[in-house]
């Protein structure tokens, strides 16, 4: 195990009824909140009344700021950014996904940073302050409600980069799975395929002796294997939207990545996709995400075959490992299907043209700087091109 | 799934050398600090010069208290509440196990209580405000390292209670596994009774569709039973008191009862003992723990048949649930039994003579208004009596 620095202070309240007390939550904590959200969803709901009625019982009116889309652009976190310190707004409650989340943790940092907030995702700088943010969470997939993490896409340069820092950690998030009743069957299945690939960018690792975390990781994605196809097939299963939204929250808080090397090879890659074609985030990964166990597996048979026996539920003879681990990429692979989501990149509109660029750009190599993207395998570009060309 | 408020919000930084930042880490949010630790085990191995040192580097001269012990007793925490306020201390360090830490919190709410202390523990009293808290853990087995829960023994009035609180919560806890190696295999094996039965309190429970958490649960529980006995056979083997440290954390800090109506009738009962008897806490929850499994596990059979499952790796006909619940509880005193710890009261020196006493005291009913103790299945004194005379 390695050494580690765990800390997630986002508080969770989970369950029906809780977004009712957002005013009163933020009363102590922010005298003028930007409302930050995407587009008439939460108005359909009730969710947009019931959280201004909250605020409005327990605060001044406050700021809003819609629009926000899938991909979140860096356009509206400028806008989001001047409007906050226009208005000296001094909280932000992002109401949303992951994308509204990201969003608005891009406009708290930029309130404080000196320069375009851009340049803190590209150069990885590190930052000083930034506005709280809190959340009442409308789809779980990204993880970004109990995270530090946010993730923009620069519309104009076609990029999209992470970042990660302690400041951006929300004070908290509310989750009442009631209002992932409405969610289309794409966006579900769309963000289990993500809040899967945070764990098993975690997961799939060359430490070893991590045996507490391997076992979380694997509590987690069982639990989501076994929920998720429920709530797809019936949107008002409050139980099993209990267990999928509560692990999509665990699986990116940072617990089970504590000690271990982490991957993220999958999300770089897919980083790419989104940035060229505008795809979901949670689509592209469930393309690239068995293509990559097929790519890298021969460097770690045993942690393959742990997958495979552990979260796959493969048996078989362990002498013979890869055909239980091809088996266990078979069975990951049946269950994105039986989710809906996509196997190939053709699937996603995406053609053979800009697979190098991609592959080049996602390894830093078109930028002449190439450092290799993974941990559990380091890849170059020739290897992430034949990753993408193995599911054209 | 019951709706729940989950806040954890303890920095954990864990490993080796780690001990070595703690100036560095109070120096932007500390004047004062009181340094409050146990025996000499500290001075032993040499962890007290190397926090010294830390903190000088970085600060002021500071306060000390020593000479907590086991069991920790009011009368130290009423000589720290005068000491913080007489010295102007702004924030406590404990370094220690369970007992210094519990004292530290009950010192760092004292300081802002008007009245005794004790009140808040018999009270239950609502806290405002505590100093903060920061951690050198020495010995895994309480979780107090991450929770805002603390246990205080009234030595003048025979009563053991516990009390938490959010503003208990520490700010953070170091954790470097190489301070464990000391331990005696008794306080290796009392601390691992301790942190499953953490877990136990929080497994067993009447809520359905828990999935996540139950499993999560499990991997803690499985880690724990996985690794304790390599810890105990060669306290120097750094790997296992990695994974059996973190799992005593994960343990208690919330997150596996989130959801779930908990039991905590195995700690109330061991209370008693402690309290009357002075016996360590894990010891006496590994006599009881067995015994209330035996007594209670009618009224869920379903819930005891996936521990023996899930957890203690039975396997059989689940068309005869009793004998494998039979079967996992056989499993789970003869790992007890490996690890060296007692089985009935006796073997920890407690007699006959005052066992309905401590059923008495443990449910109020003592007291006049008996409220009875568990979640699973509520107890009334003539039940926890039985309990105890079933491992006399």
Request: one cysteine or more.
């Amino acid at each position: 195990m390695l050494n580690f620095d765990f800390y997630s202070p986002a508080r969770i309240l989970f369950g029906k009824g809780e977004e009712k007390q957002v005013g009163e939550l933020l009363k102590p904590c922010a005298k003028k909140v930007l409302l930050h959200y995407g587009g008439g969803s939460i108005k359909k709901s009730g969710l947009y009344h019931i959280v201004v009625e909250s605020l409005h019982k327990n605060k001044d009116p406050d700021v809003e700021l819609g629009g926000v889309k899938p991909n979140p652009r860096l356009s509206l976190v400028h806008e989001g950014i001047e409007l906050c310190k226009k208005e000296n707004v001094d909280l932000i409650l992002a109401v949303g996904g992951g994308s509204a989340i990201d969003s608005a943790k891009a406009i708290a940092m930029g309130v404080y940073y000196d320069g375009d907030v851009w340049e803190v995702y590209e150069q990885g700088k590190a930052i000083e302050k930034a506005l709280p943010v809190a959340i009442i969470l409308t789809i779980p997939a990204a993880g970004s409600e109990g995270s530090g993490d946010t993730v923009i896409t620069n519309e104009s340069k076609q990029l999209k980069y992470g970042y990660g820092s302690p400041h951006l950690r929300p004070l908290f998030s509310i989750m009442n799975p009631e209002y992932f009743y409405t969610l289309p069957p794409n966006q579900i299945a769309n963000g289990v395929a993500d809040m899967m690939s945070h764990i098993f960018e975690r997961y799939f690792t060359n430490t070893i002796n991590v045996g507490l975390t391997d076992s979380l990781c694997e509590a987690v994605l069982k639990t989501i294997i076994n929920n998720a196809p429920a709530a797809l097939a019936n949107p008002k299963n409050y139980e099993a939207w209990c267990e999928v939204g509560f692990s999509g929250t665990v699986a990116h808080n940072g617990l089970l990545g504590m000690g271990r090397q982490e991957d993220w090879a999958c999300h770089n890659m897919e980083h790419e996709l989104s940035a060229l074609y505008d795809v979901a985030h949670g689509a592209g990964l469930a393309v690239l995400t068995p293509a990559w166990m097929k790519y890298v597996y021969k460097d770690n048979i045993q942690m393959f075959v742990q997958f495979a026996v552990n979260v796959m539920g493969v048996e078989g003879s362990f002498r013979e490992p890869e055909a239980i681990i091809e088996e266990g990429i078979a069975r990951l692979k049946s269950f994105f299907k039986r989710m809906g989501l996509p196997a190939t990149l053709s699937e996603l509109g995406i053609d053979e043209s800009k697979l190098e660029l991609m592959a080049k750009k996602a390894t830093g190599a078109e930028f002449g700087h190439e450092f290799g993207i993974g941990g559990l395998k380091k890849l170059n570009w020739q290897d992430v091109l034949a990753i993408y060309e193995s599911v054209k």
